[in-house]
């Protein structure tokens, strides 16, 4: 595998998150205009999940670097003719491409991926990972606290399926910030520390809150969206007890009124439009890490 692949949050130490995070704030200050020298980076996506901010954000930043951009038609390659996820790669990295981004719906895809040279980055395995989200949300978090450590990050929702949950955790828990996780029984997750959703509410800086996964399968039974809202959902009333400087986050897509009120997306804590923006910034500096780039210096 390429030493500059990206393909989990628990692949990256602390230094290396802050050098991606320190490119990606530069990026949007002294370093707006810099691309990829050459110029002739050729990069293929792949998604063979449904996908928006993902997909196109990292599109607009390979966009942005320079790249040459090949968007592969997963649902008409020959993966749909039997070939496996391995050799389609591996025909990519022959034909000239020089790194790859997937998302899949299988965990920990990229295992299977050993022998291809080229740098992949991983754009969310199954419930397994998403560390181009993670390191959006810790940027937006730096941005508005000045730290990641001691944070009190409260993750609400359906925790089991989620791979934010999961590279979010590993992340912010390296940087000694208190993660804790409140939603239905049903979705608790072996080794999270589970909290009632009402009793720390008060306390936590950050309240993300996460869509029901039910293209993973996960379902409530007998429950509406107003119900699901009332139980577990950020309401206005919930969101009048945040603290004063508290945020809220969303790795979205929102489905809006089932765990956040309509009202609250763009309300004066959400940072939700914030983080996607964000998003185009970190993966910017992902692609050029992938490229084998030194972190920035800060100009004088
Ligand atoms: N947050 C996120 O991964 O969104 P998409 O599924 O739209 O890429």
Known sequence: MNQNSLLSMSDLSRNDIIHILNDASLFNVSYSDWQLPCHKALVANLFFEASTRTHFSFESAELQLGCKVADVQTSVSSVTKGETLYDTCKTLESVGYDCLVIRHKQDAYYKQLEGINIPILNAGDGAGDH??????????????????????????????????????????????SNVLFAGPEEWKREGYKHVDFDEYLEKADVVMML????????????????????QYGLTKERYGRMKKNAIIMHPAPVNRGVEIDTDLVEAEKSRIFKQMSNGVLVRKAVIKRAFGYAPFEEKK
């Open 211 to 230: 869509r029901i996964q039910k293209e993973r399968g996960a379902a409530l039974a007998d429950m509406s969206d107003a119900e699901y809202l009332e």
């Open 131 to 176: 560390p181009t989200q993670c390191l959006l949300d810790l940027l937006t978090m730096y941005q508005e606290f000045g730290t990641l450590t001691g944070l009190n990050v409260l993750i609400c929702g359906d925790i089991q399926h989620s791979r934010v949950a999961a590279s979010d955790k590993t992340a912010l828990e390296l940087f000694q």
